[in-house]
């Protein structure tokens, strides 16, 4: 066997194996985990390779080493994973064009999910958000984001809160006069379930933010 294939099918099992110890014991942000030699005894491995798959963690902000107190889990919002793709994936433009044509394919998905799925129907909340279009001001990113939450998909969530934050401004800023306009026909085609309404609706504020 590779020793460079068995080193990493080593190191995958060890990442897994810790997020399942991390689950079944409920380890809260901020919360201290095992210590190595610990960690090496309940996985059977050697403390080198425990040691290993710890550094790789870290440097991808998902746990903090204090000297002196040990390792921590850290608030996965906060990770340098985007720092990383920033760094390494994202220095081309036709990169960043994907990216944001990724984050664009999964909020039309979630609108078109809303629109097909009878479980998805929330009155209650499309209400809302027409009321607060019409006094008060509206984070672009905070109506796309409870529009992904209730599309019911937590993978595609996680997805788009790592490709949002590429996206920076204009997701940041407050809707203007047309775009609320824009939103709140969206906002009427998701309670009637129109789904061609409501991606064409999209695609229209789509050029409005550009």
Not at 113 to 137: G, P, Y
Not at 162 to 176: I, S, T, V
Request: net charge positive; with cysteine.
């Amino acid at each position: 066997m590779n020793p460079k294939n068995n080193s990493s099918k080593m190191f995958l099992e060890i990442v897994k194996r810790l997020r399942e110890l991390i689950k079944e014991e409920n380890v809260a942000v901020g919360g201290k985990l095992p210590s190595e030699r610990e960690l090496a005894e309940r996985m059977q491995v050697g403390r080198s390779t425990v040691r290993e798959a710890l550094r790789s963690l870290e440097l991808l902000g998902l746990i903090e080493t204090r000297r002196g107190e040990g390792t921590f889990l850290s608030d996965f919002r906060k990770h340098q994973l985007v720092e990383l793709l920033s760094t390494f994936v994202l220095q081309e433009s036709k990169s960043k064009k994907d990216v944001h044509k990724t984050r664009e394919t999964l909020e039309k998905e979630a609108i078109r999910t809303i629109c097909t799925s009878e479980n998805f129907s929330r009155q209650f909340i499309w209400d809302a958000f027409l009321l607060k279009l019409q006094n008060e001001e509206v984070i672009r990113e905070d109506i796309i984001r409870e529009i992904i939450i209730i599309s019911d998909n937590r993978l595609a969530l996680k997805v788009w809160f790592l490709l949002k934050q590429f996206a920076g401004e204009p997701y940041r800023n407050p809707m203007g006069t047309e775009e609320k306009e824009t939103w709140r026909k969206l906002l009427n085609g998701l309670k009637n379930r129109d789904e061609q309404l409501a991606v064409t609706l999209y695609n229209e504020w789509l050029l409005l933010i550009q």
